[in-house]
């Protein structure tokens, strides 16, 4: 087509490219958040140094017992359950979008954080401890217990009414204040233990990382990681349209189905271990597709390193907002990423995209 | 290559939407037209064969029986169109195009993919916009990109719902000289549902004419396109008339009041 007759680098080519860029986008967001998960390292109320955290990541036992708890129990327990709840909630806010073809999807906005929540809350009210496994299995299954049930219905609404209608958003912000108000409804009936517990949820923080917890919660990440990338080619396809989709061959209500029960999975996880913590999953496939488009092989690992990068960040700021206060994360999150998210729309709606 | 049909048929709940569809074999290389008005069964006949919607009776493609294939193995042999447009998301022509071809024929190797892509996206005209993305796109350019997906895996059989609805003149004829250059090199087969009778009298072999759920009519556009077949199908008045190429050409006059 082009009246140019110098060689010029074919169509293949030039595609090659631009997998190369996207690939050093991703490495340059990767590198990005080891630079900001340092940083959360050597951020907190105690003062200690970069040099010695450096030090005592690689020898623990050559520092005193008190820095050595600070590091090893307190800050490295909140900056990595940080990262990983950031790249499980920006994971399935990335599928969620896809699969519903709808921008306003998140485990947050469509009350599946809601539902995670209340299943959460039944679970400490009624000291279930999921037949002796511990309040570590127990939390996350309830709550995912309830995300699945949430999800569930979202997909029967979809495959009834399409997708991509508003009805499922609408009927998301239903469920999210219906499931408030089961939550309000628990915490009358609550004794004041649990009752402090299900406050703690309906801030969100990190205050409570352990070891344990983070184990579970990067099984869970990376088993639904590798299982959702290996969908990645029929994710992308799902964005030239439903009938497109499937006139491929995806077979698109299973597809659809596993990735919302990866979505609940991810979602009640992390939720069960840190509470309710909004616009991550949000804002974080936004940031991803803005740089670096859909090409869901590149998309889905760039929508989880975004969420990570934001509840990193956020995680520093809730330690140095307030002097020698540790704030809740999921106030920060939403402080922040509301004015994020409406500068990416703006952006958007201005067709000023990267 | 030749696709036969026995007594297809498709309901929508209590809704039969069509019934009794027979059709003798269609031969490799053609064409074929489907006409009729608005709900008369074009895009359910196409639909039932891409296996979008349930349907009875058979549809036997080279004596196999379209029903039986599971998505993956029929997307190499049917290649659907639908009616809608592909999505104005964020992907570019080139990403859509891979993806599609990367769930039906996972097995291509990545030269052969990415040659074919070239080559598919160059016999379209769309080669300048490869790398362009779909949202950025108009309506027309992204309907050619639907059939760049659709061509590029190499399909016997295409199934077009109204592949021309959103292009210009030029950008039609870009589309039935592809169409027609893909039929003859692959001998495949090609159905669509058409509005503009004179643009399938022209490109193509074979016609038709539906009404209510059934096939009316069936031949060359030549015999298909009368004043009383168009006044059973279409409920107007139409001249027909034949223009210097020999072809004819549908004047519809004025739509009659429903009997």
């Known amino acids: 087509m ?48 970069w040099h010695t955290v450096w030090q005592g990541l690689r020898a623990p036992q050559q520092l005193d017992e008190g820095t050595r708890v600070i590091l090893w129990e ?52 009624t000291g279930f401890t999921a037949w002796g496994l511990g309040p570590e299995l127990a939390l996350p299954l309830c709550a995912f217990g309830g995300a699945i049930f949430a999800a569930l219905i979202i997909h029967v609404l979809a495959w009834r009414w399409g997708a991509s209608v508003n009805g499922v958003v609408l009927f998301g912000i239903a469920l999210m204040f219906s499931c408030e108000a089961l939550l309000w409804l628990l915490q009358f009936l609550a004794d004041s233990n649990a009752l402090q517990q299900i406050v703690f949820w309906s801030m969100g923080s990190l205050g409570r990382s352990t070891w344990p917890k983070i184990g579970v919660l990067a099984t869970v990440l990376l088993v639904c990681a590798l299982w959702t990338q290996s969908q990645a080619w029929s994710l992308t396809a799902l964005r030239n349209g439903e009938d497109h989709a499937r006139s491929s061959g995806v077979a698109v209500e299973r597809l659809r189905l596993e990735s919302l029960v990866r979505v609940s999975l991810l979602s ?3 939720l069960a271990f840190v509470g309710t913590i909004g616009f991550v999953g949000l804002v974080g496939p936004h940031i991803a597709r803005l740089s670096l488009g859909e090409d869901h092989r590149f998309y889905l690992p760039a929508s989880a390193l975004a969420g990570a990068l934001m509840l990193s960040c956020a ?14 994360i999921g106030i920060v999150t939403a402080l922040v990423g509301v004015p994020v998210f409406m500068l990416l729309v703006l952006r958007h709606q201005g067709g000023l995209r990267t | ?56 009776g058979q549809a ?38 891979l993806s599609a071809l990367r769930i039906a024929c996972p097995q291509w190797s990545a030269a052969d993919t990415h040659q074919r892509i070239d080559q598919v996206l160059h016999s379209l005209g769309l080669h300048a916009l490869g790398l362009r993305a779909l949202d950025s796109l108009s309506g027309g350019q992204r309907q050619m990109a639907g059939l760049a997906q659709l061509l590029v895996r190499q399909p016997r059989l295409l199934l077009l ?19 027609r250059h893909y039929l003859a090199q692959h001998q495949a087969l090609c159905l669509m549902a058409v509005h503009d009778l004179n643009l399938a009298a022209r490109f193509c072999d074979d016609m038709l004419l539906m009404a209510q759920g059934r096939v009316i009519a069936r031949g060359e556009p030549g015999r298909i396109l009368t004043p009383a077949l168009l006044r059973q199908a279409y409920g107007i008045a139409a001249r027909v008339e034949s223009c210097s190429m020999g072809l004819p050409m549908v004047v519809a006059e004025h739509a009659l009041d429903p009997e």
């Open chain 1, 268 to 270: 009640g996880t992390a």
């Open chain 2, 161 to 179: 719902d109204e592949p021309t609805s959103a292009l210009d003149l030029r950008w039609q004829l870009c589309l039935m000289e592809a169409l």
């Open chain 1, 74 to 125: 307190l800050r490295l327990p909140y900056a990595v359950m940080a990262v990983l709840v950031g790249a499980a909630l920006g994971l399935a806010g990335a599928q969620m979008q896809t699969v519903l073809n709808n921008p306003l999807a998140s485990p947050f906005t469509l009350g599946l954080s809601a539902a995670a929540s209340v299943g959460a809350s039944l679970a400490i009210v």
């Open chain 2, 60 to 97: 036997l493609l080279d004596g196999e029986d379209l029903a039986r294939l599971r998505p993956p193995a029929r997307a190499r042999r049917v290649a659907y169109m639908p009616q809608s447009l592909p999505q104005a998301s964020s992907l570019t022509v080139y990403e859509s195009v």
């Open chain 1, 2 to 49: 082009s009246a140019l007759q110098t060689p010029a680098p074919s169509l293949a080519q030039r595609y090659g490219a631009q997998v190369r860029r996207r690939i050093t986008v991703l490495l340059l967001l990767l590198g990005l958040l080891l630079l900001v998960f340092a940083t959360d390292l050597g951020t907190g109320p105690a003062g200690i140094t």
């Open chain 1, 315 to 328: 995680s520093i700021l809730s330690k140095v907002l307030l002097p020698g206060v540790v704030l809740p």
């Open chain 2, 1 to 56: 290559m030749s696709l036969v049909l026995q007594q297809l048929g498709v309901s929508y709940g209590a809704k039969v939407v069509l019934q009794g569809i027979d059709l003798a074999p269609l031969p490799a290389g053609r064409m074929v037209a489907l006409a009729g008005a608005n709900g008369a069964g074009k895009s359910s006949l196409l639909r039932a064969l891409a296996g979008m919607c349930r349907m009875t």
